[in-house]
């Protein structure tokens, strides 16, 4: 399966000097290492009321589906989530208690990582209040407030759920991508049910797939694997199965979307998703899909379903998300001229031909405007989607990339002024580029992965497209991210339009290598290694070409003042790096060459330098930037009329990120407390 979802420039975008608008306010608050920020749903006003009925239908949708994602990601998630947020709401005591603060911080990680493994590191973060705080509010709190499972006393809830939150020894990593464990049974994701090990997930779906089908579903997709009486079976997520009541609500939300569609096209796509939803079927899914990407007129968009599979060690499960959007039509003409030349891409890839594709289809690029985030793409979210994930369908009708232009703006505008070039980027040269190229290049690097880079190539026949396992998501984005990086640097760039400036392509090429070389660094814990398959695609690349450049000088890492600096000798000699190890990674993917993906990941993409790691820390600490960034969405009012018909739907940008989230709970949770 193919990953598509990137959140790369969450940390990136430090060097862009863009002016704020004086009426909108981008920060919100920081805790932690985390940033929150709003993001503006510009050009509302010009939409229909039809297509403010329908974005307010399917908004409604996307928020409905948010404790799934909870669920999904720990067996306890929900538990642990809504005693928190009972002690938030009915806590009595001095709230300038430092155990009361921490408790606070660690409630709003919570609700930020969609429970309690960090969103994007995997590992379990642990509170900073004590066990005997934890144990007395939960005891001062109504009986009626605490999820305590059925004939569950108070004292046994407490005894249960504290070992959870409190030792780092259980549920320790959400994901484990470590080849030499057993991935399934040392991850902490609620995919599988206890006693289920990799082996027997592996030979379960193996099972299930014909080497001949040429249009296999997505097996596993949509459902958890548990053991029944010693023999493994699929709890479907639908209506009537796995996270029914949830689901029903998503169902009623896209079924009044329908009401409002568009057109004939855009109505089948609904109406298609909600008979999946209702069936669970994954033929029925691929249909959805099919018929979604061949919807290219709409201005409204979106996603909502079980997407991407970052969240399973093996890719197999994905999780729940959501992103509604509409067509932003100034932006879109520039990712319009990429898609109209995906041909031109492909014939002149770096890549051996019988790993190109002879002809590229259906590939539609635009630039949106998100109007809600939901499920996994919230707080967090991607700046850019490809999708379907299915490379058959990829291959046959083609794909859709998006770039997502809010929310590039808000990162842009919020991170201004923030040192983090001056404290990183050796060279004014480079510095000057960043200056005046940066956000053009990191839009344009995104529009090239997303488009081109993940639709690019093909598998040979009989190839399975989970054959690299654990290590397919990194190889994946190291393929899309690679494409981009060999392309931006190319004269088409210039002949296209894309850029005006051959010189500003070293813009992102600077940036990339030290962001997968150092700053990234500053996402993880001391002592820790890689995890995160973006993360690791990023070293995987950077490391690559440091290495294989050496002989050449091509880049340096050296100490100026006491401080580690990337220095970049020769761009030409690095583009020709990144076509090497594009051409050599198509290969693997295309091929579903196992040993070789395992030697790249594990030789470049997990390990970590301790002493760089701990200056990289330390200089990011003293500019006081939180590593990771999300957001808080717009609330959506509608205005009815006597006879109950919407007449007009305002956005209103003044919620907080705790008020928020407590009314999500309240107005979005509509699954029982324990799944298991």
Known sequence: MKKTFIFMLTTLMYFSCTSEKKDFNYNVEQFADLGILRYQVTDWDSLSLNQKKLIYCLNEAALEGRDILFDQNNRYNLAIRRTLEAIYANYAGDKADKDYEEFVVYLKRVWFSNGIHHHYGEEKFLPGFSQEFFSQAVKNLPASVVPVRENQSIDAFIAEITPVIFDPAIYAKKVNQDSRLDVIAASANNYYGEGVNQQEVENFYNS???????????????????????????????????????????????????????????????????????????????????????????????????????????????????????????????????????????????????????????ISAKAITATILGGDCYPATPIGINLPNSNWIRKEFGSKSVTITNITEAYDKAAAGSGFNDEFVCCSYEKELMIKYGSQTDNL?????????????????????????????????????????????????????????????????????????????SRIELGKEIEEAHMRNRALIARWIFDHGRKDNVIELKKENGKTVVVINDYDKMRTLVGELLAEIQRIKSEGDFERAKDLVERYAVKVDPELHKEILERYRKLNIAPYKGFVNPVYKATKDADGNIVDVKINYTEGYAEQMMRYAKEYSHLPTYND
């Open 208 to 362: 299930m797939k014909d080497p001949k089908d040429n249009s296999p579903v997505p097996y596993g997709l949509n459902s958890r694997l548990v053991k029944k009486d010693g023999k493994l079976t699929e709890e479907v997520y639908k209506v009537g199965g796995l996270y029914s009541p949830a689901i029903e609500k998503i169902v009623y939300w896209l079924e009044e979307a329908s009401k409002y569609a568009e057109n004939v096209q855009q109505k089948k796509v609904i109406d298609l998703l909600v008979e999946y939803y209702k069936t669970g079927c994954l033929k029925k899914y691929d249909e959805y899909s099919i018929e979604w990407v061949k919807d290219t007129e709409s201005l409204v968009d979106f996603v909502n379903g079980f997407t991407e599979s970052y969240g399973d060690a093996l890719g197999i499960k994905a999780s729940w998300e959501s992103v509604v959007n509409f067509k932003d039509l100034k932006s879109t003409k520039l990712t319009k001229i990429i898609s109209e030349n995906a041909q031109w891409f492909e014939n002149h890839s770096p890549v051996a031909p019988q790993f190109k594709k002879k002809e590229v289809k259906g």
């Open 445 to 521: 690097h995104t529009d090239l992965h997303e488009c081109l880079g993940h639709a690019s190539g093909q598998l040979l026949p009989g190839v399975d497209q989970d054959a690299l396992k654990v290590f397919g998501s990194t190889i994946e984005e190291a393929r899309a991210d690679l494409f981009g990086l060999y392309y931006i640097a190319d004269p088409k760039m210039i002949e296209l339009g894309l850029l005006d400036n051959k010189e500003a392509y070293k813009a992102e090429y600077y940036k990339y290598i030290m962001n997968g070389l150092m700053t990234q660094l």
